[in-house]
């Protein structure tokens, strides 16, 4: 069941919040005077934080979680029902890994942040979607 909760869309849909929109808030910086774009980003290499591969992990395999889940409402066989129990508590146990994690710098920090406030979004999406 994990196998195919660990599909190319769930890992790239947590790639992309993870480390996609860090980047993009690093490259729109304000420039310095006369500073072009090739220059603010190779002086930014020497100030680059490394985010952690624990962090990166929980992300991914709450993401995977959370998809899982997903899949299971979404086709409600006897099999899946009984498995959503599981899912559940599988997907919040995860969640609480992210929540929990100690970021021990700014770049963990703002993919901690990110992760969470898109995945805030995208739930409340989903509940203004259900009658």
């Known amino acids: 069941m994990l196998g ?3 599909s190319r869309r769930a890992l790239l849909r947590a790639f992309s919040v993870a ?14 005077n006369g500073e072009d ?13 490394d985010v ?22 979404r086709d409600p066989t006897p099999a899946n029902v009984s498995a959503i129990g599981d899912a559940i508590e599988e997907e919040r146990s995860l969640l609480l890994d992210v929540v929990m994690f100690p970021a021990t710098n700014q ?8 992760y969470l406030s898109s995945f805030r979004r995208r ?6 979607k259900e009658p």
């Open 123 to 128: 739930c409340d999406a989903k509940c203004r």
């Open 52 to 73: 952690s591969p624990v962090l990166m992990r929980a992300i991914c395999a709450h993401c995977a979680a959370f998809v899982n889940y997903s899949n299971l409402v």
């Open 19 to 32: 480390l996609v929109a860090p980047a993009a808030t690093a490259a729109n910086r304000p420039l310095q």
């Open 107 to 114: 770049a963990e920090r703002n993919d901690q942040a990110n």
């Open 37 to 49: 774009l090739v220059d603010a980003t190779a002086d930014d290499v020497s100030t680059v934080e």
């Open 4 to 6: 195919r909760a660990l």
